[in-house]
């Protein structure tokens, strides 16, 4: 099974791999019946969630909603310390992702953006390089694992903070690996070559711990959070997250 996610996650094209996942996913769903894991943002229980990722991590993926660890630790971040639920706001959420796209459209207060520059699931194709809205536009920004993809990182940055309001917020999540300072080479073009550097053949960079550092550069605010250190190891347990991961929160410079 891990060899087979590790294969399909390596090699199928991305925007595919979004379509088919919920159909794929329901016959696992079926298979992994039990309640020793819950998933909070759909609410459903398993004997453990699925193997993920290109060396596949056990107990990761719901395979009902297809959120993965990082996915269920934002809503609960999201649920338990900001008003992203219950407050008026304009968002704008870079490559979303399936297992938020839905519950969010939903959610009457929000006036949901949806956007990038392939996936099926956007409703605005732009190359966030160049966001086509006003200065001041959007209260939240979401854009997880979308920066180590992108060609100049602290332009795109820049462009966050040119739309967010005054009082705005987002959350940009991206790999961060224990290494000082972030790798980055531009004369590295083959596909196998930046996933042996960088970790993934369409990743140009590896940010390092100076991740933060880095985006402040571009002029937007960066906070580290540890959320995930507040909760109880039984709700750690429970939910599956990751114990060591840091929500990147952006300001408005």
């Known amino acids: 099974m891990k060899k087979v996610i590790s294969f399909v996650i390596r090699f199928v094209p ?16 079926r298979m992994n019946k039990g309640d020793a894991v819950s998933c909070p943002v759909c609410g459903n229980s398993y004997s453990k969630f699925l193997p993920y990722g290109r060396k596949a991590r056990a107990n990761a993926l719901c395979p009902s909603c297809l959120a993965l ?27 979303p992702e399936h297992c938020f796209i839905d519950r969010f459209e939903k959610l009457p207060n929000l006036e949901y953006v949806t956007a990038d520059i392939e996936s099926p699931l956007a409703k605005v194709k732009m190359d966030v390089h160049d966001i086509p809205f006003p200065d001041n536009s959007f209260d939240v920004i979401f854009c997880n694992h979308v920066l180590e993809h992108v060609t100049d990182d602290l332009k795109v940055c820049a462009e966050f903070n040119r739309v967010l309001r005054q ?33 993934q053949r369409d990743h140009v960079r590896k940010y390092g711990l100076d991740y933060a550092a880095r985006l402040r550069k571009s002029g937007i605010l960066i906070e580290e959070n540890s959320f995930v250190k507040e909760l109880a190891a039984e709700e750690v347990e429970k939910y599956a997250l990751p114990k ?4 990147f929160m952006c300001k408005k410079g």
């Open 244 to 247: 060591e991961e840091i929500i």
């Open 14 to 29: 991305r925007p595919l791999l979004q379509t088919i996942s919920p159909l794929v996913m329901s016959f696992f769903a």
């Open 69 to 95: 660890e990082r996915h269920r630790l934002m809503w609960l971040f999201l649920k338990q310390r900001t008003t992203f639920f219950s407050k008026k706001l304009k968002v704008l959420h870079i490559a």
């Open 167 to 199: 009082d705005g917020w987002g959350i940009l999540q991206s790999p961060v690996y224990n290494i000082p300072t972030t790798l980055q080479d531009d004369s590295i073009t083959d596909a196998a070559e930046r996933e042996r550097v960088f970790g």
